[in-house]
C-alpha cells in the first residue's frame, strides 16, 4: 500500500439500518421472506420454462433469462443485508466492496435492457402480430438478450474501474446497507463533483433510456388494445399489461429518484428504504406478475 493512488481504506463499514435498533428484527424477518420468496419463485420459473417444450418461446426464453439475473442480482446484496442485520460488526473488505458493486451494477443494468427487450417482444406480438414469427426469431432473442448482457458487463465494468481507482484514505463508513455507487464515492477523498455528474448523465442512459422505450412499447400496445373490438380481450390484455407497468415503474422510479440525487442528499441516508424497493421489492415480484398469473405456466407447473 501507500503509493500515491492507492486505497488507504482496507474495510468499509456498512451502517446499514443501526440507526434503527427498533426495525432491525423486523427488517429481517420481512427482507427473509421476500428473499426465499424472490430465489425459490425466480429458480422454479428457470426449471419450468427449460423443461417444457410449450414453454420455448420468446417470452419465456426472455422470462427465464429475468428470473435468472433475479436470482443473482438479489444475492448480490441481500444476504449481506441479512447477516448485518443480526450482527454487530457490519463491514465489507474494501475489495468485497468493489466486488459487490461491480456485480450489483452488472446485473441490475443488464436488468434494465432486458426489461425494454421484454417490452419490445410484447409490443411486436400485440401491435404486429402477423409479422411476429418472421421478427421475432430465434436469433434475434439471443442478439436482444446478450446485448443486455454484454451492455450490463462493459457498464458494471468501467464503472467500478474508475470509481475504485479513486483515492480512498478517509472515513470509511456509509449510511446504506450495500456499497451502492453514490454512498461510496462519498468516501472518495477527491473532488467527485465531476464524476458525480457523469454517474448522472449514464443513469439517464442505462436507466432513462430503457424505461422510456417501455413506456413507448406499453403506449403503442395499450393504443391497439384499446383498438380491440372484444371487451373481454381488451380487458384481459389491460390487466397483464398494468401489473407489468406498475412493477417496471416501481423500479425505474425508486432507481431514478435514488441515482439522479447529489450525493451530499445522499449521505443522510433516507435513500435505503427507497432502495429497498428496487433490491428487495421489484426482483421478488417481477417473475410473479410475468408468470403466476399466466396459464400456460401455472398448467406447465401443475405438469411438474
Ligand atoms: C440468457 O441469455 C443469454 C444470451 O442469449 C444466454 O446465453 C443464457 O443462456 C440465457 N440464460 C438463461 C438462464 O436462459
Known amino acids: 500500500m501507500g503509493k500515491g493512488n492507492q486505497s488507504c481504506v482496507t474495510e468499509i463499514e456498512l451502517l446499514g439500518f443501526s440507526d434503527f435498533r427498533a426495525l432491525q428484527v423486523p427488517l429481517f424477518v420481512l427482507v427473509l421472506a421476500f428473499y426465499v420468496f424472490a430465489v425459490v419463485g425466480n429458480t422454479l420459473i428457470v426449471l419450468v420454462t427449460a423443461a417444457h417444450p410449450a414453454l420455448h418461446t420468446p417470452m419465456y426464453f426472455f422470462l427465464r433469462n429475468l428470473s435468472f439475473l433475479e436470482v443473482c442480482y438479489t444475492s448480490v446484496t441481500l444476504p449481506k443485508l441479512l447477516v448485518n442485520l443480526l450482527s454487530e460488526s457490519q463491514t465489507i473488505s474494501f475489495l468485497g466492496c468493489g466486488a459487490q458493486m461491480c456485480f450489483f451494477l452488472f446485473f441490475g443494468i443488464t436488468e434494465c435492457c432486458l426489461l425494454s427487450a421484454m417490452a419490445y417482444n410484447r409490443y411486436v406480438a400485440i401491435c404486429c402480430p402477423l409479422q411476429?414469427?418472421?421478427?421475432?426469431?430465434?436469433?434475434?432473442?439471443?442478439?436482444?438478450?446478450?446485448?443486455?448482457?454484454?451492455?450490463?458487463?462493459?457498464?458494471?465494468?468501467?464503472?467500478?474501474?474508475?470509481?475504485?481507482?479513486?483515492?480512498?484514505?478517509?472515513?470509511?463508513?456509509?449510511?446504506?446497507?450495500?456499497?451502492?455507487?453514490?454512498?461510496?464515492?462519498?468516501?472518495?477523498?477527491?473532488?467527485?463533483?465531476?464524476?458525480?455528474?457523469?454517474?448522472?448523465?449514464?443513469?439517464?442512459?442505462?436507466?432513462?433510456?430503457?424505461?422510456?422505450?417501455?413506456?413507448?412499447?406499453?403506449?403503442?400496445?395499450?393504443?391497439?388494445?384499446?383498438?380491440?373490438?372484444?371487451?373481454?380481450?381488451?380487458?384481459?390484455?389491460?390487466?397483464?399489461?398494468?401489473?407489468?407497468?406498475?412493477?417496471?415503474?416501481?423500479f425505474y422510479g425508486s432507481a431514478i429518484l435514488i441515482y439522479m440525487q447529489p450525493t451530499s442528499v445522499q449521505s443522510q441516508g433516507h435513500d435505503r428504504f427507497l432502495s429497498l424497493v428496487y433490491t428487495v421489492l421489484t426482483p421478488t415480484f417481477n417473475p410473479v406478475i410475468y408468470s403466476l398469473r399466466n396459464k400456460e405456466i401455472k398448467s406447465a407447473l401443475r405438469k411438474s
Request: aromatic fraction near 10%.
Open 132 to 250: 411476429y414469427a418472421l421478427i421475432v426469431n430465434q436469433r434475434l432473442c439471443a442478439q436482444l438478450a446478450g446485448g443486455a448482457w454484454t451492455i450490463g458487463t462493459l457498464a458494471a465494468f468501467s464503472q467500478t474501474v474508475s470509481i475504485f481507482t479513486m483515492p480512498f484514505c478517509g472515513p470509511n463508513r456509509i449510511s446504506h446497507f450495500f456499497c451502492d455507487i453514490l454512498p461510496v464515492l462519498g468516501l472518495a477523498t477527491t473532488d467527485t463533483h465531476q464524476y458525480e455528474a457523469a454517474v448522472t448523465i449514464l443513469t439517464v442512459l442505462l436507466i432513462l433510456v430503457p424505461f422510456l422505450l417501455i413506456l413507448l412499447s406499453y403506449s403503442l400496445i395499450i393504443s391497439t388494445i384499446l383498438k380491440m373490438p372484444s371487451a373481454e380481450g381488451r380487458h384481459k390484455a389491460f390487466s397483464t399489461c398494468s401489473s407489468h407497468l406498475l412493477v417496471v415503474s416501481l
